[in-house]
């Protein structure tokens, strides 16, 4: 059945024959987003080819800043993240993601502002870029070439990473978060190398190489992944920092991509409280009340069980145990600890494991399947993956009428 508001098509129970027909997925993904999410190696090599034209003297010249602020929203408020993460627990310099307008109170002209926006134009980048042109503050600005948040960085005479303009924003994580990551390089604060960079694009191509639409469900991990996942509440934690940024990626790319509610999180946090749901309704409950002979996908009354599907991103041990928060050991007992509980309970779960030298290829490891995942499991319920009418109604509707019609 088609549902949905405002223009969305799309079915409740998941067509898995949808994701054999290649012709017919590129059909319904008008907006290209298989073909977006397959330029991450691309995009990592275009963002450090432009970067290395980018003067970076003005912020590297003033040395070691007091903090650096990473100002933006949605995906490009996740750069902050990343860069938090590539730079590590033993970085000298605080690294704050701000994500609503302007800049926190303190922010002055010991700092470094680095704004970031895809189109170039949110209210929050925007915002951030002012107010650190007008506190003094070191400014870098990372986006839309030809946008007013590069005239912006003109007028406060402020590097300006272009980067070219793919729709939406969470198909250009990598072209944001590379220039975020080499401006804190110009300022001595991450040790991103180009053969990191170079390693990194060449593991997201063999990934989306691996995740080809083309290629079938049973040897394509993207697909797979996506049918696990259907029909479920699906509940993704981080077994380290690292693996919690990529688990907060395939939540967000879930929730915009397909429109599943999603549960993300630092396992070392959940255990601490919300693994008590693998106990629950959606959980330990559910599975245990299910009557084995019966359709997997059809309760009582016919509908579709509900069911939590729990997905674990394991760092995989190759933290540098020097370089650690908590030891690797912990973590990884973490890990294996809630594989264990939700296997008592019955709860299915899907493990990931990165992999790779450095963080930035581990956190690549840790995306680029799940990235494919979210598109898959959008086309498996017949919803293009790209437009999200939510979006668009939610600013019309919170954004006052402009004046003179009110
Ligand atoms: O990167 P931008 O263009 O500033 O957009 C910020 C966020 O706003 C959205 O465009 C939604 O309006 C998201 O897709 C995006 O992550």
Redesign the pocket.
């Known amino acids: 059945m088609e549902g949905g508001a405002a223009g969305v098509h799309g079915h409740r129970h998941v067509d898995e024959s949808a994701l054999d027909d290649e012709k017919s997925m590129l059909a319904n993904d008008p907006g290209g987003m298989l073909r977006a999410t397959a330029s991450a190696g691309a995009q990592v090599r275009e963002a450090a080819a432009l970067a290395a034209e980018t003067d970076l003297s003005m912020i590297s010249d003033e040395g070691r800043p007091r903090a650096v602020v990473v100002a933006?929203?949605?995906?490009?408020g996740l750069t902050g993240s990343i860069l938090s993460t590539v730079a590590g627990p033993r970085c000298p310099v605080p690294i704050i993601g701000h994500r609503s307008p302007g800049l926190p109170g303190w922010v002055g002209a010991a700092d470094v502002v680095i704004a970031v926006?895809?189109?170039g134009?949110?209210p929050e980048?925007l915002a951030a870029a002012e107010a650190a042109a007008r506190r003094g503050a070191r400014l870098v600005a990372v986006?839309n070439p030809d946008s007013e948040l590069e005239a912006m960085a003109a007028r406060a005479r402020a590097p300006f990473f272009p980067v070219p303009r793919r729709a939406?924003?969470?198909a250009s994580l990598w072209g944001l978060a590379v220039p975020v990551l080499l401006a804190a390089r110009a300022i001595g604060l991450v040790k991103v190398n180009e053969a990191d960079l170079a390693e990194t694009a060449t593991r997201l191509d063999a990934d989306a190489e691996r995740c080809r639409p083309g290629a079938d469900s049973f040897v394509n991990p993207a697909k797979a992944l996506a049918l696990g996942l259907a029909g479920s509440i699906p509940i993704v934690w981080g077994s380290s920092p690292l693996a919690t940024v990529a688990a907060r990626r395939f939540a967000d790319t879930l929730a915009a991509n397909a429109r599943y509610p999603v549960m993300a999180g630092a396992l070392g946090e959940a255990g601490r409280g919300r693994v008590g749901l693998l106990d629950g309704v959606f959980g330990g409950l559910a599975e245990s009340s299910r009557d084995i002979f019966a359709d997997p996908d059809a309760d009582d009354d016919g509908s579709a069980a509900t069911r939590l599907r729990l997905v674990l991103f394991r760092d995989g041990g190759l933290n540098p145990e020097e370089d650690a928060d908590e030891p690797v050991a912990v973590e990884e007992r973490r890990a294996d600890a809630v594989q264990t509980l939700a296997e008592r309970r019955g709860v299915r779960c899907d493990v990931l494991t990165a992999e790779g030298g450095s963080a930035l290829e581990r956190l690549a490891s840790l995306t680029a399947v799940p990235d494919f995942a979210s598109l898959y499991l959008a086309l498996a319920h017949g919803l293009d993956p790209m437009a999200v009418p939510a979006?668009s109604e939610m600013?019309e509707l919170s954004n006052p009428l402009p004046e003179g019609m009110q």
Request: net charge positive.
């Open positions: 933006g929203i949605g995906t490009a926006s895809a189109s134009r949110s980048a986006g939406p924003a969470r979006i600013k």
